[in-house]
């Protein structure tokens, strides 16, 4: 698209790609379980990924098949248990792009296990969050989406963009189901903030390590030094945060 672009008072047309946006809808079994602002690809994924962490599906062995509308936006799962029950109530996130989950975190979670040895030292985060950002593919052209990446401290594994965070933690999750990548003491990387929602997607998938460029919020700290999940913030190449367990920063 043009712009008009304003330096010092002087107009100039400028062309540029700005970032994709659509409302997708999901169906299960027929019936209509929530909606989605997204960057409409990798939608099979953000689906697969959203039951999962909402505990719908354990794994893809639940699903019969996908099917997406010819509109490109709705995609419908059927799954082999046609009876079900859908969770109903639905929490209205902190995300951007007006996120949906079921889960309430007022309700008591276990911890990860005592022996997700998961760590990595200072200098490895700081690489992988700079493979994240050069990865970025759609927000080098628009700078205007979110990006998160799965991996373990020597490289990553899986790398999604979409203009929610949270989106982009259960395109992950999708991604890793189809790849039957285990996600299990993997490390996590965002771009965005990590909020309660976030970090429960976190704990869901048994991730033990969360790294963000930005920071988290309260409740995600306290919830993450409950279970048992080390949340590095503000990450650059000479500098850093620990938030909680610090341990599994290797040397720092």
């Known amino acids: 698209m043009n712009y008009i672009s304003l330096t010092a008072g002087s107009p ?24 989605w602002m997204c960057s409409p690809h990798q939608l099979e994924w ?25 509109s490109g936006r709705c995609l419908d799962v059927w799954l082999n248990d046609t009876a079900v029950t859908l969770p109903s109530r639905r929490i209205i996130t902190a995300g951007c792009g007006g996120g949906v989950t079921f889960d309430d975190l007022s ?6 296990a005592a022996d997700l040895t998961t760590s990595a030292t200072a200098a490895q985060i700081a690489e992988l969050m700079r493979q994240v950002h050069l990865g970025a593919e ?18 990553l594994l899986i790398q999604v963009e979409d203009i929610g965070r949270h989106n982009c933690i259960d ?6 189901m189809q790849m039957c990548l285990p996600t299990r003491g993997l490390i996590l990387l965002s ?24 920071s988290p919020t309260s409740l995600s700290v306290a919830l993450a030094e409950a279970w048992h999940i080390a949340i590095v913030g503000y990450i650059r190449q000479d500098r850093m945060r620990l938030y909680t367990h610090p341990q599994r920063v290797v040397g720092y």
Not at 46 to 60: M, P
Not at 107 to 112: A, Y
């Open 12 to 35: 100039q047309t400028i062309t540029a790609d700005v970032v994709e946006e659509a409302q997708v809808c999901l169906s299960v079994n027929g019936q209509e379980l929530a909606t």
């Open 46 to 70: 953000l689906a697969l990924g959203f039951l999962a962490n909402e505990g719908v599906i354990r794994s893809l062995a639940d699903v019969h098949h996908v099917h997406m509308a010819k």
């Open 107 to 112: 309700q008591k979670h276990e911890p990860l």
């Open 138 to 155: 759609k927000y080098q052209m628009t700078r205007g989406i979110h990006t998160a990446a799965l991996a373990t401290a020597e490289k």
């Open 171 to 176: 395109k992950l999750r999708g991604a890793a």
């Open 191 to 214: 771009s965005g903030r990590i909020s309660s929602e976030m970090l429960n997607k976190a704990r869901q998938m048994e991730i033990p390590l969360v790294c963000s460029r930005t």
